[in-house]
């Protein structure tokens, strides 16, 4: 079964500790995996898509990362505005018209 | 400011009754579809729509009706409301096969 698993269920930082999210996926034939961000009462907002084995995308304090069975999603010196919900999605390789998400990593950064 | 808009925000149905979920999106996008978001299990695709008059169903069609007129719009219709459809609906739009989505503020719906 194609699934996308994220892990951890949810980090806690201190403001400027740096961490990583993880995202692994058992879809064969990648074809791009997307990452959200999602704040409490809102729908998800589009961060990045990586297409091939080792591209890296960066924005701001946030760089994602992509292998052939997982991304990470590396945070460096995290403010509390970046805390929310990151999730990440592939899509479905019989049918990449649909998207599969994982549940995603609940991110609370501290001052 | 474009993007996909989507009505209303919050409603509360009683079991069996009917409604239709709201969403327009203002940037020609070809593709739009219809998740829903539930506690532990991240967003589920009810429908989806590849352009004007082509439907499909997702992974939890049952209990959804859904049509596309025209580009802009795609409402979700629930044909008679239960419990189990207590959830955050999100609608989203995409410019093309296999590209980013652009997600609305959601719609929280309660059915008691």
């Known amino acids: 079964e194609d699934q996308v698993t994220q892990s951890p269920e949810a980090l806690r930082l201190q403001e400027g500790e740096s961490s990583s999210l993880n995202c692994s996926y058992t879809v064969s034939g990648l074809r791009g995996l997307f990452w959200y961000r999602q704040d409490p009462g809102k729908g998800p907002e589009f961060l990045f898509t990586?297409?091939?084995a080792g591209e890296e995308k960066e924005k701001e304090r946030l760089k994602a990362t992509l292998t052939k069975k997982e991304s990470f999603l590396h945070i460096t010196a995290p403010k509390p505005e970046d805390s929310a919900t990151y999730l990440c999605a592939v899509p479905n390789p019989y049918n990449t018209d649909k998207l599969i998400f994982g549940t995603g990593t609940r991110l609370q950064v501290f001052p | 400011n474009a993007g996909v808009t989507q009505t209303p925000k919050f409603q509360v149905l009683k079991t069996g009754q009917s409604m239709t979920l709201q969403c327009a999106q203002d940037?020609?996008?070809?593709?739009m579809s219809w998740y829903r978001q539930d506690p532990g299990m991240g967003l589920r695709l009810i429908h989806y729509s590849v352009g004007a008059g082509i439907t499909d169903q997702g992974e939890v069609p049952n209990g959804y009706n859904v049509s596309r007129s025209t580009t802009e719009d795609f409402p979700l219709r629930l044909l008679s409301a239960a419990p189990s459809q207590t959830s955050v609906y999100f609608c989203?739009?995409?410019?093309?096969?296999?590209?980013?989505?652009?997600f609305g503020s959601g719609t929280r719906l309660t059915v008691v």
């Open positions: 989203a739009s995409s410019i093309g096969q296999g590209l980013d989505y652009t």
């Open positions: 940037m020609n996008h070809e593709y």
């Open positions: 990586l297409y091939s």
